[in-house]
């Protein structure tokens, strides 16, 4: 049997969970004073402690510490006085323990939440997940297994482990159940981590890039009929590393489920693996028989217990929220929701505000990061902030202002620095771009136009004023683009009587 | 005349006053290794050369007339527990077989820094598991008083190679006895001092929230200048305690108890103990009485539950600690014939290379804390252990130091409890409160147990970072004691033939 997705869900209740997985951005790794740098060459950035040597002990990145308690207070958490970690154990090649150290019933934040708008059939709705804990933990290494027809343990010919990302401090956000999401369970979902992805952006605490898997998420679903007041049986759909691919895979996992429950089927408890290509996941191991971890408390460490006044220091620091700021910057700009969507989907507030803080318009600012600055950041695909300073935007914006470019000249100017050949400035005088302002200079063109046209002209002190057009045009193309269009049709017109 | 027989403290007056050098007793206590290893079997691992350059270069800076630590030159005997830069560390089992750490354990750093010269790497039962040797996967070592008895354990090689004068001090770690039990069996001083005195890191984990590293002597004054090297916080610790130091040296020359009042724990003596040992303990307490302190009787009720809450936690701690001997980074592989797959690679290497006591440990931890049997077993012992701490801090606001026989028994011969292990675990009844509470605890010599001419322990206990207090009381006995004999205990070991 087939469903689409609005027929499942006009059947079936989805009830959401997300656990977010966030590497910090720290300088060194959780339990030692290993580098975190992305890319090294493997097995280059490890020590006794992460490769769990016999005798080698952890100590706690203090700096893990304080992201994890600004993490929690962004999500309006409680930070909790006494928190520990522990031992989750299981056997693994890539975990150099075989126990990965873990917070696990005493997470250092608790209850929480947070807020997310989305646009429905009845107008804006806000929809409020609730934040179960926060918790702290360490990465493993990774295994390339290599040979085997599906990159897994099993069947491989060898497996190659790298242990760089051992101990890379990591932060688990895991949600309480999200119910009453309706039809909107997948844009709740991509919403949440949106939100929550600016959020720790603001924060500074994690680079957030779910491509390069410093952002993951794992998606919770369960379907109910609908009005049973039920929960169903859950799966847990791992590593869905994009912001529409959380969108996808709730959508999958809600019409496969329905599908099976459409036909009488259970659904198994087990976690499954998103497929990007066809936004559907397949099976992974099965909770049923799932490990006993055997958790205890690590007798390595002592507890975690944050001092109150620190934790108010923290707090002092939290950032605007990322929602708060969208709207102050809407109104201040005076920007319509559909552009203000598409500088927060491209990411361009930052240097669109700031800018405008150095001096620019604001319609130019965002004119010119939407417009010629995103085009040519798309054909190189790279992100536009990368290409060009807020400074030389602003500084060439100002230019246009006070009449030294045109638009035209301005696109070259910003086409020079993007080529790296320097400031706006630099480019204006390499490239020889300064806009022809000198009268005596231009009247010399006008003239040689008229001579050359000696018809237009006479129709122009006729008085057929569109025929001015054409005089324009091959002063222009006779000072090379760098006349200010205006000025030639006031000089050119005043000169044959109509000025 | 300094000799192998002399203390490390005479030995490293001699060498202050230039009347002996570093390279000479290195040299000598190589010759008595040579001459009586082969009996004993103390070590495992010989580092000649690192010894002799420690000790070249020991004795050229006290050539240049250099500031040198007190015990600069001394030699010593490490436990293969602690992990050397480039040296075999076996932790006696099969499983790390030809390991050579690439790091130095913080103890280690703390004696180099000092300029102690490490001889080599003392015999062990294996990953501490233990209280005989007889674990070990490199064979028994044997106790110099009678080669035909053990030399308690887990720590059998430090403490036997300070009774076969094959070294003046050694390093031991104590899970739940494993310094001081064979310290009282071999006549020598062992201490255990308080958990977080002396850091952990590089010490291969048996039981992470009960091990602790210590100094093993043949007196109390060595014992302690020995701890006041090893001891101290370290940032690599996160359980090392950041406070000064007890001044323990200090301590062990006071000489006097005048005041003091000595807590004898009710639970920790009856049966089960050896006439022999009761006796001299009832001895030692009369020295104590003689030299002023004033004993009190103290009841620990809870201490009735120690061992068996300490069979929950300790293995519990091993199951977690021994999973990363997986053959994976370091030490043996066994299988890996390139069909296997690494869980069959990981099964086969733990199989051999564990021995049958650290399997069973692992087997007995892995139950106690899989789901639906923690709380009955790791949650209750954890209570358990708060009990025993509440009962420690009560009877501690009525004596000042805590005593008890150290071991049970005097020493057993080879092989009596190979087919019991409960009666092999019952050695360490009166040592493992103090770790499961963890407090600083010595043992010292008592005398000879009447039934079998062998050595006993007397056992003292202090309050948490006031190890001074049990090294005050350790070297007034001591002191009583051997004005009582007339020469230190190991004078009267027949056993050492084996040195002529």
Not at chain 1, 55 to 78: F, M, R, W
Not at chain 1, 258 to 278: D, N, P
Not at chain 2, 417 to 426: C, E, G, I, R, V
Request: proline share 5%; net charge negative; hydrophobic share 40%.
């Amino acid at each position: 049997m087939t469903l689409n997705y609005d027929q499942a869900v006009e059947k079936y209740e989805p009830t959401l969970g997300l656990e977010v997985h966030v590497e910090l951005n720290t300088v060194s790794k959780m339990f030692c004073s290993c580098s975190t740098i992305f890319g090294a060459a493997p097995n280059t950035q490890t020590c006794p402690v992460c490769l769990g040597m016999p005798g080698a002990l952890p100590v706690v990145n203090a700096k893990a510490i304080e992201s994890s308690i600004l993490i929690g207070l962004a999500l309006n958490c409680s930070v909790v006085p006494f928190s520990r970690f522990a031992r989750k154990n299981y056997f693994y090649p890539d975990m150099p323990k075989n126990f990965q150290t873990s917070q696990f019933d005493e997470p250092i934040c608790v209850n929480g939440y947070l807020d997310v708008q989305l646009d429905t059939d009845d107008g804006v709705q806000t929809f409020r997940i609730e934040i179960e804990r926060v918790h702290m933990e360490e990465d493993t290494g990774k295994s390339l297994h290599v040979g085997g027809a599906t990159g897994r343990i099993h069947g491989a010919d060898y497996s190659l482990l790298d242990y760089n990302r051992a101990g890379i401090p990591l932060v688990e956000i895991v949600t309480k159940i999200i119910p009453n999401t309706g039809k909107y369970a997948p844009q709740v979902a991509r919403a949440y981590v949106t939100e929550l992805r600016d959020i720790l952006r603001s924060l500074g605490v994690s680079d957030v890039k779910m491509e390069q898997g410093s952002m993951r998420c794992d998606v919770n679903l369960s379907l109910a009929p609908i009005d049973s007041g039920k929960l169903g049986t859950r799966s847990e759909t791992k590593n869905v590393n994009s912001l529409r691919s959380v969108e996808r895979a709730v959508i999958g996992e809600v019409v496969r489920q329905a599908e099976r429950l459409e036909v009488g089927e259970r659904i198994v408890q087990e976690t499954r693996h998103f497929l990007e290509e066809s936004g559907q996941t397949r099976p992974g191991r099965s909770k049923e028989q799932a490990e006993d971890y055997r958790y205890f408390p690590e007798p390595d460490l002592v507890p975690v217990v944050p001092d109150s006044s620190w934790i108010e220091e923290l707090r002092a620091l939290l950032p605007e929220k990322p929602s708060v700021r969208r709207k102050r910057l809407q109104e201040a700009w005076a920007v319509p929701d559909k552009e203000m969507a598409a500088l927060v989907n491209a990411e361009l507030l930052d240097v669109v505000e700031e800018t405008i803080l150095l001096g620019a318009e604001p319609t130019r600012a965002r004119t010119w990061w939407l417009g010629e600055i995103s085009r040519i950041a798309n054909e190189k695909s790279v992100i536009p902030a990368s290409l060009i300073t807020p400074t030389h935007v602003a500084e060439v914006i100002t230019l246009i202002a006070s009449g030294e470019l045109t638009d035209k000249l301005a696109r070259q100017v910003v086409d020079g620095v993007i080529a790296g050949e320097g400031t706006p400035q630099e480019v204006i005088d390499s490239r020889g771009l300064k806009v022809v302002s000198d009268d005596s200079a231009l009247m010399v063109a006008i003239e040689a136009a008229i001579a050359a046209q000696p018809d237009t002209a006479e129709r122009i002190r006729s008085g057929n004023i569109p025929a001015a057009g054409a005089l324009i045009g091959a002063v222009m193309k006779a000072t090379g683009g760098q006349a200010d269009a205006a000025k030639v049709r006031e000089l050119l017109l005043k000169h044959l009587g109509q000025g | 005349m300094i000799s192998i027989r002399s203390d490390a403290s005479e030995m490293a007056d001699a060498l202050t006053a230039g009347t002996t050098t570093s390279v000479s007793l290195t040299e000598q206590h190589f010759e008595q290794i040579a001459k009586v290893d082969g009996a004993v079997h103390a070590f495992l691992y010989l580092d000649h050369d690192g010894a002799f350059e420690q000790a070249r270069v020991v004795d050229a800076r006290r050539a240049k007339g250099e500031a040198l630590s007190p015990l600069a030159g001394v030699p010593l005997a490490l436990k293969d527990v602690m992990a050397q830069k480039g040296i075999p560390t076996t932790c006696g089992s099969k499983m790390l077989e030809g390991w050579r750490p690439p790091y130095d354990a913080t103890v280690v750093t703390r004696l180099k820094a000092a300029g102690i010269v490490i001889l080599g790497k003392t015999n062990m039962d294996e990953f501490a598991m233990g209280s005989s040797t007889e674990n070990s996967a490199y064979g028994t070592t044997h106790n110099p008083w009678d080669l035909t008895k053990i030399p308690g354990g887990s720590g059998g090689g430090s403490s036997a190679a300070l009774a076969a004068f094959e070294s003046p001090l050694a390093i031991g770690t104590d899970t739940g006895g494993s310094i001081r039990q064979p310290a009282a069996v071999t006549g020598t001083v062992g201490v255990k001092p308080t958990y977080g005195g002396v850091s952990r890191y590089g010490l291969i984990a048996f039981s992470s929230s009960l091990d602790q590293a210590g100094p093993c002597a043949r007196t109390v004054l060595d014992a302690a200048l020995l701890h006041e090297v090893i001891a101290g916080h370290d940032e690599r610790d996160s359980t090392s305690i950041n406070l000064p130091v007890p001044q323990v040296v200090k301590a062990a020359r006071k000489l006097d108890v005048k005041g003091l009042k000595i807590g004898v724990v009710k639970e920790l003596q009856g049966e089960g103990f050896q006439d022999g040992v009761l006796n001299r303990f009832n001895e030692a307490l009369d020295e104590l009485v003689s030299a002023g302190a004033e004993i009190v009787h103290v009841s620990c009720p809870s201490f009735d539950y120690a061992l068996a809450a300490y069979y929950l936690i300790a293995p519990s701690e091993c199951s977690s600690n021994l999973a990363r001997f997986d053959s994976m980074r370091y030490g043996i592989r066994i299988g890996d014939d390139g069909n296997r797959s690494a869980e069959e690679v990981m099964n086969m290497t733990r199989h051999a290379g564990f021995g049958p006591e650290v399997k069973r440990r692992i087997i007995l931890g892995t139950y106690a804390l899989s789901s639906g049997y923690y709380d009955a077993y790791y949650g209750s012992a954890q209570k358990v252990r708060t009990l025993l701490i509440q009962d420690f801090s009560a009877a501690f606001l009525k004596a000042d130091v805590l005593v008890s026989p150290t071991s049970p028994t005097t020493a057993f011969t080879i092989g009596q409890n190979d087919n019991n292990p409960l009666a092999m675990y019952l050695n360490d009844i009166a040592t493992i409160p103090a770790n499961m509470a963890g407090i600083g605890a010595m043992s010292l010599p008592s005398g000879l147990a009447d039934e079998d001419g062998l050595p006993a322990g007397f056992h003292i206990m202090s309050p948490a970072m006031k190890d001074d207090l049990m090294y005050q009381v350790g070297g007034t006995l001591e002191a009583a004691l051997l004005s009582k004999w007339g020469a230190p205990l190991l004078s009267k070991a027949p056993g050492l033939a084996v040195n002529s």
